[in-house]
Protein backbone atom coordinates (compact mmCIF):
# COMPACT_ATOMS: atom_id res chain seq x y z
CA UNK A 1 0.00 0.00 0.00
CA UNK A 2 1.54 3.15 -0.87
CA UNK A 3 2.33 5.65 1.76
CA UNK A 4 1.31 9.00 2.20
CA UNK A 5 3.67 12.04 3.84
CA UNK A 6 2.58 15.28 4.51
CA UNK A 7 5.04 17.97 4.57
CA UNK A 8 4.91 21.85 5.92
CA UNK A 9 7.90 24.26 4.66
CA UNK A 10 7.41 22.25 1.33
CA UNK A 11 8.48 24.96 -1.06
CA UNK A 12 11.38 25.71 1.17
CA UNK A 13 15.41 24.01 0.75
CA UNK A 14 14.17 21.03 3.30
CA UNK A 15 11.02 20.19 2.09
CA UNK A 16 11.97 20.29 -2.20
CA UNK A 17 14.52 18.21 -1.22
CA UNK A 18 12.49 15.74 0.94
CA UNK A 19 9.30 15.77 -1.67
CA UNK A 20 12.20 14.63 -4.22
CA UNK A 21 13.64 11.95 -2.08
CA UNK A 22 9.61 10.89 -1.11
CA UNK A 23 8.48 10.98 -4.63
CA UNK A 24 11.27 8.41 -5.85
CA UNK A 25 10.67 6.11 -2.94
CA UNK A 26 7.18 5.92 -4.21
CA UNK A 27 5.40 8.08 -1.70
CA UNK A 28 2.08 10.15 -2.66
CA UNK A 29 3.15 13.32 -1.48
CA UNK A 30 0.73 16.27 0.02
CA UNK A 31 2.20 19.52 0.97
CA UNK A 32 0.79 22.49 2.86
CA UNK A 33 1.35 26.03 1.88
CA UNK A 34 -0.19 29.27 1.92
CA UNK A 35 -2.64 30.64 -0.60
CA UNK A 36 -0.03 33.59 -1.90
CA UNK A 37 1.86 30.69 -2.81
CA UNK A 38 -0.55 28.97 -4.85
CA UNK A 39 -1.22 32.57 -6.52
CA UNK A 40 2.65 32.92 -7.52
CA UNK A 41 3.97 29.92 -7.91
CA UNK A 42 6.99 31.08 -10.06
CA UNK A 43 8.39 32.75 -7.39
CA UNK A 44 7.21 31.19 -4.06
CA UNK A 45 7.11 27.96 -5.26
CA UNK A 46 10.24 27.92 -7.02
CA UNK A 47 12.04 25.01 -5.27
CA UNK A 48 9.17 22.54 -6.35
CA UNK A 49 7.92 23.98 -9.57
CA UNK A 50 9.52 20.52 -11.28
CA UNK A 51 7.34 18.35 -9.02
CA UNK A 52 4.12 20.58 -8.59
CA UNK A 53 2.30 18.33 -11.12
CA UNK A 54 3.65 14.89 -8.97
CA UNK A 55 2.44 16.46 -5.50
CA UNK A 56 -0.33 17.47 -3.75
CA UNK A 57 -0.95 20.75 -2.62
CA UNK A 58 -3.42 22.26 0.35
CA UNK A 59 -3.55 25.85 1.32
CA UNK A 60 -3.76 26.41 4.93
CA UNK A 61 -2.02 28.21 7.61
CA UNK A 62 0.22 26.88 10.30
CA UNK A 63 -1.61 29.83 12.84
CA UNK A 64 -4.96 27.83 12.19
CA UNK A 65 -5.81 25.05 14.22
CA UNK A 66 -9.07 24.64 12.32
CA UNK A 67 -7.21 24.65 8.65
CA UNK A 68 -4.86 22.10 10.26
CA UNK A 69 -7.21 19.91 11.42
CA UNK A 70 -8.77 20.07 7.98
CA UNK A 71 -5.72 19.46 6.32
CA UNK A 72 -4.52 16.35 8.17
CA UNK A 73 -8.70 15.11 7.95
CA UNK A 74 -8.10 15.06 4.28
CA UNK A 75 -5.19 13.34 3.40
CA UNK A 76 -4.52 10.96 6.67
CA UNK A 77 -1.13 10.73 6.45
CA UNK A 78 1.44 7.93 7.76
CA UNK A 79 4.27 10.39 8.22
CA UNK A 80 4.53 14.20 8.79
CA UNK A 81 7.47 16.46 8.63
CA UNK A 82 6.99 19.62 9.99
CA UNK A 83 9.86 21.87 8.58
CA UNK A 84 8.02 25.46 8.40
CA UNK A 85 9.13 27.98 10.46
CA UNK A 86 9.71 31.56 10.98
CA UNK A 87 13.96 30.49 10.86
CA UNK A 88 15.72 33.26 10.99
CA UNK A 89 17.27 35.17 14.64
CA UNK A 90 15.92 38.43 15.54
CA UNK A 91 16.31 40.55 18.52
CA UNK A 92 13.27 42.56 17.49
CA UNK A 93 10.92 42.47 20.40
CA UNK A 94 7.95 42.67 17.81
CA UNK A 95 9.59 39.41 15.40
CA UNK A 96 10.19 38.08 18.44
CA UNK A 97 6.12 37.46 19.44
CA UNK A 98 5.77 36.62 15.69
CA UNK A 99 8.34 33.80 15.70
CA UNK A 100 7.56 32.39 19.29
CA UNK A 101 3.65 32.24 18.59
CA UNK A 102 3.74 30.77 15.41
CA UNK A 103 6.80 28.54 15.68
CA UNK A 104 5.01 26.96 19.06
CA UNK A 105 1.25 27.10 18.15
CA UNK A 106 2.08 25.41 14.84
CA UNK A 107 4.27 22.56 16.35
CA UNK A 108 1.15 22.21 19.10
CA UNK A 109 -1.87 22.17 16.23
CA UNK A 110 -0.33 19.88 13.94
CA UNK A 111 1.02 17.52 16.68
CA UNK A 112 -3.13 17.80 18.10
CA UNK A 113 -4.67 16.88 14.85
CA UNK A 114 -2.33 14.37 14.23
CA UNK A 115 -3.44 12.37 17.38
CA UNK A 116 -7.34 12.94 17.31
CA UNK A 117 -7.70 12.52 13.26
CA UNK A 118 -4.40 10.24 12.39
CA UNK A 119 -2.86 8.46 15.89
CA UNK A 120 -0.70 6.19 14.16
CA UNK A 121 1.12 9.12 11.52
CA UNK A 122 4.81 9.35 12.59
CA UNK A 123 5.94 12.83 13.04
CA UNK A 124 9.03 14.29 12.66
CA UNK A 125 9.57 17.94 14.33
CA UNK A 126 12.73 20.19 12.44
CA UNK A 127 14.73 21.18 15.42
CA UNK A 128 17.66 23.04 15.02
CA UNK A 129 21.66 23.66 16.64
CA UNK A 130 20.41 26.47 18.24
CA UNK A 131 18.58 24.96 20.72
CA UNK A 132 21.87 24.65 22.72
CA UNK A 133 22.76 28.23 22.14
CA UNK A 134 25.48 28.71 24.94
CA UNK A 135 27.10 25.59 24.92
CA UNK A 136 29.49 24.37 27.87
CA UNK A 137 30.84 21.06 25.80
CA UNK A 138 32.21 20.68 22.39
CA UNK A 139 30.46 18.53 20.65
CA UNK A 140 27.28 18.40 21.48
CA UNK A 141 25.28 15.25 21.57
CA UNK A 142 21.48 14.26 22.18
CA UNK A 143 22.34 14.71 26.35
CA UNK A 144 23.56 17.94 25.81
CA UNK A 145 21.65 20.29 27.96
CA UNK A 146 19.68 23.28 25.86
CA UNK A 147 20.55 26.85 26.78
CA UNK A 148 19.01 29.03 23.63
CA UNK A 149 20.23 32.51 23.68
CA UNK A 150 17.33 33.81 21.08
CA UNK A 151 13.51 33.75 21.07
CA UNK A 152 13.84 31.51 17.55
CA UNK A 153 16.26 28.78 19.31
CA UNK A 154 13.72 29.21 22.59
CA UNK A 155 10.65 28.38 20.33
CA UNK A 156 12.16 25.22 19.11
CA UNK A 157 12.77 23.85 22.40
CA UNK A 158 9.26 24.51 23.21
CA UNK A 159 8.77 22.33 20.37
CA UNK A 160 11.04 19.43 21.29
CA UNK A 161 9.28 19.15 24.52
CA UNK A 162 5.83 19.43 22.85
CA UNK A 163 6.78 16.48 20.77
CA UNK A 164 8.77 14.78 23.84
CA UNK A 165 5.03 14.93 25.59
CA UNK A 166 2.98 13.52 22.73
CA UNK A 167 5.49 10.69 22.32
CA UNK A 168 5.37 10.06 26.05
CA UNK A 169 1.37 10.82 27.14
CA UNK A 170 -0.16 9.85 24.17
CA UNK A 171 1.74 7.01 22.77
CA UNK A 172 2.67 9.18 19.46
CA UNK A 173 5.38 8.35 16.92
CA UNK A 174 7.30 11.44 16.97
CA UNK A 175 10.95 12.95 17.46
CA UNK A 176 13.26 15.49 16.47
CA UNK A 177 15.63 16.23 14.09
CA UNK A 178 18.53 18.66 15.75
CA UNK A 179 19.83 19.74 12.61
CA UNK A 180 23.06 21.46 11.92
CA UNK A 181 23.64 23.98 9.40
CA UNK A 182 23.41 22.63 6.51
CA UNK A 183 23.47 23.78 2.92
CA UNK A 184 22.64 23.60 -0.79
CA UNK A 185 22.11 25.33 -3.94
CA UNK A 186 18.46 26.11 -2.92
CA UNK A 187 19.45 27.56 0.38
CA UNK A 188 17.96 31.00 0.33
CA UNK A 189 19.46 34.72 -0.20
CA UNK A 190 18.72 35.59 3.47
CA UNK A 191 21.60 33.18 4.39
CA UNK A 192 25.42 33.97 4.79
CA UNK A 193 26.33 30.82 2.82
CA UNK A 194 23.77 31.92 -0.37
CA UNK A 195 25.09 35.34 0.12
CA UNK A 196 28.76 34.04 0.00
CA UNK A 197 28.39 32.63 -3.13
CA UNK A 198 26.19 34.65 -4.88
CA UNK A 199 28.17 37.77 -4.36
CA UNK A 200 31.29 35.51 -5.64
CA UNK A 201 29.59 35.20 -8.65
CA UNK A 202 28.20 38.54 -9.17
CA UNK A 203 31.99 40.13 -8.36
CA UNK A 204 33.11 37.61 -10.90
CA UNK A 205 30.44 39.05 -13.58
CA UNK A 206 31.35 42.41 -12.69
CA UNK A 207 27.80 43.02 -11.41
CA UNK A 208 29.18 43.65 -7.72
CA UNK A 209 31.97 45.19 -6.57
CA UNK A 210 32.55 43.97 -3.08
CA UNK A 211 31.07 41.84 -0.50
CA UNK A 212 30.56 42.83 3.56
CA UNK A 213 30.64 40.04 5.98
CA UNK A 214 30.45 39.91 9.72
CA UNK A 215 33.15 37.68 11.76
CA UNK A 216 35.40 35.61 9.09
CA UNK A 217 36.43 33.47 12.49
CA UNK A 218 33.14 32.25 13.31
CA UNK A 219 33.18 28.69 12.95
CA UNK A 220 29.76 26.01 11.79
CA UNK A 221 29.59 22.95 11.14
CA UNK A 222 27.95 22.51 7.37
CA UNK A 223 26.61 19.87 5.89
CA UNK A 224 24.39 19.04 2.55
CA UNK A 225 20.84 19.47 2.66
CA UNK A 226 20.02 16.27 0.60
CA UNK A 227 21.96 14.34 3.35
CA UNK A 228 19.95 15.57 6.34
CA UNK A 229 16.65 14.97 4.92
CA UNK A 230 17.89 11.54 4.61
CA UNK A 231 18.50 12.08 8.36
CA UNK A 232 14.71 13.18 8.86
CA UNK A 233 13.10 10.06 6.57
CA UNK A 234 15.38 7.56 8.46
CA UNK A 235 14.38 8.85 11.87
CA UNK A 236 10.68 7.76 11.00
CA UNK A 237 11.61 4.60 9.39
CA UNK A 238 13.40 3.53 12.78
CA UNK A 239 11.34 0.85 14.99
CA UNK A 240 11.03 3.25 18.25
CA UNK A 241 11.00 7.47 18.14
CA UNK A 242 14.13 8.60 19.25
CA UNK A 243 15.60 12.51 19.03
CA UNK A 244 19.00 12.51 17.11
CA UNK A 245 21.66 14.98 16.46
CA UNK A 246 22.35 15.69 12.76
CA UNK A 247 25.62 17.11 11.77
CA UNK A 248 29.05 16.30 10.62
CA UNK A 249 31.08 16.64 13.80
CA UNK A 250 33.29 19.14 11.87
CA UNK A 251 33.68 22.72 11.71
CA UNK A 252 34.86 25.21 9.31
CA UNK A 253 35.48 28.96 9.80
CA UNK A 254 33.59 31.84 7.51
CA UNK A 255 36.67 32.47 6.16
CA UNK A 256 37.23 28.96 4.74
CA UNK A 257 33.50 29.37 2.97
CA UNK A 258 34.76 33.34 1.61
CA UNK A 259 38.15 31.29 0.40
CA UNK A 260 36.33 28.24 -1.33
CA UNK A 261 33.68 30.45 -2.90
CA UNK A 262 35.95 32.66 -4.40
CA UNK A 263 38.38 30.19 -5.43
CA UNK A 264 35.63 28.33 -7.40
CA UNK A 265 35.42 31.32 -9.81
CA UNK A 266 39.24 32.06 -10.02
CA UNK A 267 39.29 35.24 -7.55
CA UNK A 268 41.11 35.70 -4.79
CA UNK A 269 38.96 37.63 -1.78
CA UNK A 270 41.58 39.46 -0.53
CA UNK A 271 40.79 42.79 -0.81
CA UNK A 272 36.98 41.80 -2.22
CA UNK A 273 35.78 40.93 1.12
CA UNK A 274 35.34 43.70 4.25
CA UNK A 275 34.46 43.07 7.33
CA UNK A 276 31.87 45.02 8.96
CA UNK A 277 31.12 44.95 13.03
CA UNK A 278 27.03 45.47 12.17
CA UNK A 279 26.67 41.71 11.03
CA UNK A 280 28.61 40.86 14.07
CA UNK A 281 26.69 38.25 16.10
CA UNK A 282 27.49 37.83 19.97
CA UNK A 283 30.83 35.63 20.09
CA UNK A 284 30.59 32.44 21.22
CA UNK A 285 32.69 30.68 23.94
CA UNK A 286 32.43 27.23 22.57
CA UNK A 287 31.50 26.78 18.74
CA UNK A 288 28.39 24.47 18.25
CA UNK A 289 29.40 21.37 16.70
CA UNK A 290 27.43 18.34 16.51
CA UNK A 291 28.19 15.09 17.47
CA UNK A 292 26.12 12.27 15.09
CA UNK A 293 27.40 9.00 16.53
CA UNK A 294 24.05 7.72 17.77
CA UNK A 295 22.37 8.83 13.81
CA UNK A 296 25.28 7.01 12.20
CA UNK A 297 25.25 4.29 14.81
CA UNK A 298 21.59 3.26 14.93
CA UNK A 299 19.86 4.52 11.79
CA UNK A 300 23.40 4.13 9.53
CA UNK A 301 22.93 7.13 8.58
CA UNK A 302 25.79 9.02 6.20
CA UNK A 303 26.97 11.81 4.64
CA UNK A 304 27.86 12.15 0.77
CA UNK A 305 29.30 15.85 0.23
CA UNK A 306 31.74 17.39 2.16
CA UNK A 307 32.19 21.41 2.63
CA UNK A 308 34.38 22.09 -1.29
CA UNK A 309 31.70 19.87 -2.98
CA UNK A 310 28.97 21.53 -1.51
CA UNK A 311 30.29 25.12 -1.94
CA UNK A 312 31.12 23.88 -6.14
CA UNK A 313 28.10 22.55 -6.97
CA UNK A 314 26.41 25.84 -5.09
CA UNK A 315 28.94 27.75 -7.54
CA UNK A 316 27.93 25.98 -10.57
CA UNK A 317 24.22 26.57 -9.76
CA UNK A 318 24.87 30.36 -8.91
CA UNK A 319 26.64 30.99 -12.24
CA UNK A 320 23.61 28.89 -14.53
CA UNK A 321 20.97 31.26 -12.90
CA UNK A 322 22.94 34.40 -14.30
CA UNK A 323 23.60 32.81 -17.79
CA UNK A 324 20.01 32.11 -18.07
CA UNK A 325 19.47 36.34 -16.76
CA UNK A 326 22.22 37.29 -19.61
Request: with cysteine; net charge negative.
Amino acid sequence: MQKKALITGLAGQDGSYLAELLLAKGYEVHGIVRRAAIEDTTHKLRNIGHLVDKIHLHVASLDNVLSLIKTVKDVVPDECYHLAAASFVSYSFEDEISILNNNVNSTHYLLAALKEFAPTCRFYFAGTSEMFGNVTSDPQDENTPFNPRSIYGISKVSGYHLVKNYRSQYGMFACTGILYNHESPRRGYEFVTRKIVSSAVRIKLGLQDSLSLGNLDAYRDWGYAPDYVNAMWLMLQAEEPEDYVVATGETHSVREFVEAAFSAVGLDYTGLVNVDPKFFRPAEKIQLCGNPSRIRERLGWETTTDLKGIIAEMVERELELYSTLA
